[in-house]
């Protein structure tokens, strides 16, 4: 058993420790407490000198590995954008975990990302959910397929207007959506007949199966909008089909807040430190996240790295708190908040027994630009 003791232990689950310890056995945590916990002869322990102890930060939409640093196109490997509909691409077959951005990730405590192809494609491929520590990419995999990607707005119309094929308008994104889901459900219901007919079994089709898992509700949707009209786009199409989604970006999610709170809607924000570089940024806003909260809409912070660079995801929620969001929600939107919303919270995103051992301990309070990283571990290893 291992134990860090003497430690300011914020469980991000409803519960702080003042001078708390954690037991962590066979990388996951076995206990969490008060004060001074019963230690073995044979364990080992860590006195964290009373530092922080958080659960790694979760950065629940980005490109790390797949969009490299300083590669330039030999590193770009997040969009086959050659043809709108990709969703059979696998972004755990793109990623280098060599890109020093994991290593980047880590030294600022985060030890899950949600990473996966670009917005250039109506449907862009399958976003995985990794672990940033680890050789080869089979062995950082938390869950993949975790999502599938779908884009709206003006990103597959730039993309293909300049191929001069379809989409180059909204109307078209999102009809291609719809024949694609469409087609998925008819391959899906001879797939049934052919359970009982052979002959009338169809031949594989990687692309609709994969959308067939959406279909069953088996892998959610990631919907890239930023406007209000593309915002609501993607929740009727998702209403119409039965799919679980998440908006993600939802840049002018803020105007028609209590809307998304009476539609259910679930969004994942950001990023926030970058310019307004196209029409689709320039309702920008830093209380944005605030005003979702107040409404009462579900909500997590994105890096979208490369956009912004990832190991500033936890800077972006501090300026968040200096434009309203209360701190606690802050912290929830990287941590537990972002595993709910990307279905990953049965294994991160809180210090609760039972969960992966993956921990940051922080020299001041987390969201302060003071505040120095002093040790990571993922799954009860030290790795920094």
């Not at 790390?64 to 755990?92: K, M, Q, S």
């Not at 998925?184 to 052919?194: D, N, P, R, T």
């Not at 049965?346 to 002093?374: M, N, T, W, Y």
Request: aromatic content about 6%; overall charge negative; some cysteine.
């Amino acid at each position: 058993m291992f134990f860090i003791t003497n430690a300011r232990v914020m469980t991000m689950a409803g519960k702080t420790y003042e001078t708390g310890w954690v037991a962590i056995e066979d990388g996951k945590i076995a206990a969490v407490g008060e004060g001074n916990p019963k230690v073995s002869a044979g364990d080992e322990r860590l006195d964290a000198g009373g530092a922080y102890l958080l659960p790694g930060f979760v950065d629940p939409h980005c490109h790390i590995g797949l969009f490299e640093d300083d590669l330039g196109r030999e590193g770009e490997d997040g969009n086959e954008d050659i043809d709108p509909v990709t969703p059979h691409l696998r972004a755990i077959d793109g990623i280098n975990p060599d890109d020093p951005s994991f290593c980047d990730a880590l030294d600022a405590g985060i030890t899950t990302v949600v990473t996966g192809p670009g917005s250039a494609n109506v449907i862009g491929g399958q976003f995985a959910a990794l672990k940033t520590y680890g050789r080869y990419v089979d062995e950082m995999v938390l869950k993949a397929p975790q999502s599938l990607k779908v884009a709206f707005g003006e990103n597959p119309k730039r993309t293909y207007q300049d191929q001069e094929k379809s989409p180059v308008t909204r109307m078209a994104t999102a009809a291609l959506l719809r024949e694609n889901l469409v087609a998925a459900q008819e391959y899906a219901q001879k797939l049934e007949e052919g359970e009982e007919d052979p002959d009338k079994r169809p031949e594989r089709d990687l692309k609709l199966e994969i959308i067939c898992h959406a279909l069953r509700g088996e892998l959610p949707v990631k919907a890239h909008a930023h406007r209000r009209d593309d915002i609501f786009t993607a929740l009727r199409i998702a209403r119409e089909f039965g799919l679980e989604m998440t908006v993600e970006h939802a840049t002018e999610g803020h105007l028609a807040a209590d809307v998304l709170k009476e539609v259910g809607a679930r969004v994942i924000l950001g990023p926030y430190l970058c310019g307004k570089g196209k029409v689709e940024l320039q309702n920008m806003s830093l209380e944005a996240p605030a005003r979702l909260a107040k409404a009462g809409v579900p909500f997590a912070l994105m890096s979208d790295h490369p956009e912004t660079p990832v190991q500033f995801l936890p800077v972006q929620a501090a300026l968040c708190v200096r434009a309203g969001l209360p701190e606690d929600q802050a912290l929830r939107a990287i941590t537990i908040d972002a595993a709910r919303l990307c279905g990953i919270d049965d294994r991160v995103g809180s210090i609760e027994p039972g969960k992966d051992a993956d921990l940051a301990l922080f020299s001041a309070h987390p969201l302060s630009l003071q505040a120095k990283v002093l040790a990571v571990f993922v799954d009860g290893r030290k790795v920094r």
